[in-house]
T-cell receptor
Framework: KQEVTQIPAALSVPEGENLVLNCSFT??????LQWFRQDPGKGLTSLLL?????REQTSGRLNASLDKSSGRSTLYIAASQPGDSATYLC??????????????FGTGTLLAVQP | EPEVTQTPSHQVTQMGQEVILRCVPI?????FYWYRQILGQKVEFLVS????????KSEIFDDQFSVERPDGSNFTLKIRSTKLEDSAMYFC??????????????FGPGTRLTVL
């Protein structure tokens, strides 16, 4: 059974710092992996999706990497801003990519960027 | 930009009552999902739906739950007789399926269900 773990559970950094969030998964047979942002009491905003054949994806100040063989992904945030404060969720697609590819979520990393 | 919408944003109900949560997926998407998040816990998969039938459901999705796509736009989750432990945020999601090589899932803002 696929398990997704994220460390650290919480992180507080001063504005401008670069930071790395970690995600690990137990079964390397994933279809792809998606990183989300969740603001308090709100929905999930998709940040990046990495296909299983890819090593990394970039969007603005965000860079996500994937190492399937070791069951790890990282989300790198460059030059953090107070507006980046949120919970970041990692989720793996469990399945071959068809209708049964449900997302299995980690517990999230709560990020606070101090001005 | 197209987005998934959900109504209501917050639903309060008495234990044992039926509730229907509504979602409008992105219009050209083919796959639909419901997830839930109990306060302080992980987001959990409930059910996936494709071609007008359930594709997969979790052990949480018991006989008290049902899903329906009553018309070409809405996707609903019904809980027949709510329990206290059904209190959670319920998220609807949709994905393009084979229209896209990524099959990225897009989530709605959620419905917070409170069972008293």
């Amino acid at each position: 059974k696929q398990e997704v773990t994220q460390i650290p559970a919480a992180l507080s950094v001063p504005e401008g710092e670069n930071l790395v969030l970690n995600c690990s998964f137990t079964d390397s047979a994933i279809y792809n992996l998606q990183w989300f942002r969740q603001d308090p009491g709100k929905g999930l905003t998709s940040l990046l999706l990495i296909q299983s054949s890819q090593r990394e994806q970039t969007s603005g100040r965000l860079n996500a990497s994937l190492d399937k063989s070791s069951g790890r992904s990282t989300l790198y945030i460059a030059a953090s801003q107070p507006g980046d404060s949120a919970t970041y969720l990692c989720a793996v697609f469990d399945g071959y990519g068809g209708a049964t590819n449900k997302l299995i979520f980690g517990t999230g990393t709560l990020l606070a960027v101090q001005p | 930009e197209p987005e998934v919408t959900q109504t209501p944003s917050h639903q309060v109900t008495q234990m044992g009552q039926e509730v229907i949560l509504r979602c409008v997926p992105i219009s050209n998407h083919l796959y639909f999902y419901w997830y839930r998040q109990i306060l302080g816990q992980k987001v959990e998969f409930l059910v996936s739906f494709y071609n007008n039938e359930i594709s997969e459901k979790s052990e949480i999705f018991d006989d008290q739950f049902s899903v329906e796509r009553p018309d070409g736009s809405n996707f609903t989750l019904k809980i027949r007789s709510t329990k206290l432990e059904d209190s959670a945020m319920y998220f609807c999601a949709s994905s393009p399926g084979l229209l896209s090589s990524y099959n990225e899932q897009f989530f709605g803002p959620g419905t917070r269900l409170t069972v008293l």
